[in-house]
């Protein structure tokens, strides 16, 4: 990951020239800092088991990414939102809505309170996210 960082921002992205948001980056503490302490034991959860992959911290959250963007873990006031680009759709308890992406592949979104939460199949489907970007 890796080929073109914004002079400006200073953040990493895909292709060359990539349009982005320019906010400046910062440190996963900094982002869960703020946030109780259960937040960032979720966080290290979902991400402890996949390979390389790029941490791009800003301000509201983590955007994981391996060959491009599969993940985004964003601390809310009352839970941690996973975002998780999957090539097909798929059910589960902790689910709060889908919706599918224009060139294939859906958007998942799971609210998560307690490490708990963060289950096997989460890991495999984040895992398989990873591997899909």
């Known amino acids: 990951m890796g080929l073109w960082t ?3 921002c200073d953040r990493e ?6 349009s ?3 906010v400046p980056g910062c440190t996963v503490d900094e982002v ?7 937040y960032r034991e979720i966080y290290d959860r979902l991400t402890e088991h996949l390979g390389p992959v790029h941490e791009d911290a800003v301000g509201v959250g983590v955007f994981l990414k391996s060959a491009g963007k599969f993940a985004e873990i964003r601390p809310k006031a009352r839970s941690v939102s996973l975002l ?3 090539h097909r759709p798929v059910t589960h308890p902790r689910l709060g809505r889908s919706w599918p992406m224009s060139g294939g592949g859906y958007w ?3 609210k998560l309170t307690q490490v708990e939460h963060v ?4 890991l495999e489907w984040m895992a398989e996210a990873c591997d899909g970007s």
């Open 108 to 110: 998942h979104v799971f």
């Open 20 to 22: 982005h948001v320019c």
């Open 32 to 38: 869960f800092a703020p946030w109780p302490e259960s």
């Open 13 to 18: 992205f895909a292709r060359a020239g990539q």
């Open 119 to 122: 289950d096997d199949l989460l």
């Open 84 to 86: 998780l680009k999957l």
């Open 6 to 8: 914004c002079p400006q």
